[in-house]
């Protein structure tokens, strides 16, 4: 057989690559352990399931699937500016925010180009910058004492960037470790960064936020044009599986991420759910409310098993374990609780738990002290 060693042929920047490791299906538990008695508590979904409205939107489009969506997806985009105040020109759509970050990475990163984000930060970033050839430099983040353990150090993050940086990756609550900013000290950064070096604030779990701590971003855009805001509708819209997110930029910046955007990349089912669960109030709320009171339910169950957490303002909660966290993933996952380890972070005693429902939080907990007490 003619051999090839396929590595040598790979892009410089795809070689060093690990694929992003997403929570475990549960198919695949059911699969390999024979458990059909699951719970998943490991993707950062809504527990809720989808928005009603989308659902029935999504039933009532079925018969569109011979078509190509709407290559520009006209009526998300005006349903969206409209909601946000916005012109439609500065919001690109993808497949997920994910998509909208690789487009960021594909128009403006080159192997002449870095990209700066912090240790710890959501993994996609790394991911996306490598895969261009560009140079990812990463600041440390915060120490374990400081009331943001392990978030965004900014000052770290403002002191690498160079005459070679293009892009500042910054998740504002951050994945994993849950921590966020004050709008101030996001304001603050945004002045000191030269005009010609494009900040991505990533708010994927901005609807979780409290009031208090929402940055305008989007009313920031005018002062600051390099600034990026990437949303998604993955988390608490509770449409992960459906893939749909957006960016809102400068409309020079939008009409180059849209360059190199796939035609039709957010399927015509994707665009009616997304568009049918964007006015559902009603469904935002009890989103809101059930994590704040499952958040505050996990928080309750780690100080009574004394085990501290790290602060989150999203609606996962990332905990230390103290002992290797690859192990109580195991040991809970033998017993059809799955949960996201974070050693690939290089957090290794700590795990990552979603916000449930309130009896899948409570299985969670008692199946946790089970763990161990044992
Ligand atoms: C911080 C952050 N940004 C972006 C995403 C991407 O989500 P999606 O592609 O589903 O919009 C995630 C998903 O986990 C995330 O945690």
Redesign the pocket.
Known sequence: MRQCDFLELAAPGVRTLQPYQPGKPESELRREYGLTDIIKLA??ENPLGPSPRAVAAIQESLHELARYPDGNGFELKTALAARLGIPPETITL??????V?ELVARAFLTPEHEAVFSEYA?A?YPIVTRAVGAVARVARANPADHAMPYGHDLEAMGALISQRTRVVFI?N???PTGTWFSPQALEDFLENVPPGVLVVV?E??REYMDPADLPDTLGWLERFPNLIV?R????AYGL?GL???YAVSHPHVADLLNRVRQPFNVSNLALVGALASLDDEEYLVRARTLNEAGMAQLKAACDALELSCLPSA?NFLCIDMQRPGQEIFLALLARGVIVRPVDNYNLPRFLRVSIGTQPENERFIQTLAEVLAA
Do not use: E, H, I, Q
């Not at 998604?232 to 988390?235: A, L, M, V, Y």
């Open positions: 993707s950062n993808g497949k997920g925010s994910n998509d970050l959501f996609v998740a609550p951050n994945n990533d994927a779990y990437t998604t509708f993955s988390k992960a893939r749909v997110g999203g």
